[in-house]
């Protein structure tokens, strides 16, 4: 793996309760720490950071991590 999608990675991981609280039930792509969202979020973060391999990620509800949040 390269170090731009372990960067990814740990970006999900450092920002999960944020990224739960303000984007549940959708599916974001993240790109160097930028999140992209809509339909066409692969292509914009593609078009920004063409040598960058986009991560997406589908981000839960907060109810299913209600047990630990």
């Known amino acids: 793996m ?3 999608v372990l960067d990814n990675d740990a970006f999900v991981k450092r ?3 944020s990224l739960v609280k303000k984007y549940p039930r959708q ?3 993240i790109c160097r720490g930028e999140i992209f969202t ?3 979020a692969v292509l914009k973060a593609r078009k920004k950071y ?3 391999v ?3 990620v589908p981000i839960p509800a ?3 991590f209600a047990h630990i949040l």
């Open 2 to 4: 390269s170090k731009t």
């Open 15 to 17: 920002n999960l309760e």
């Open 27 to 29: 599916r974001i792509v």
């Open 38 to 40: 809509g339909k066409d």
């Open 50 to 52: 063409p040598a960058t």
């Open 54 to 56: 986009p991560m997406s």
């Open 62 to 64: 907060p109810e299913e």
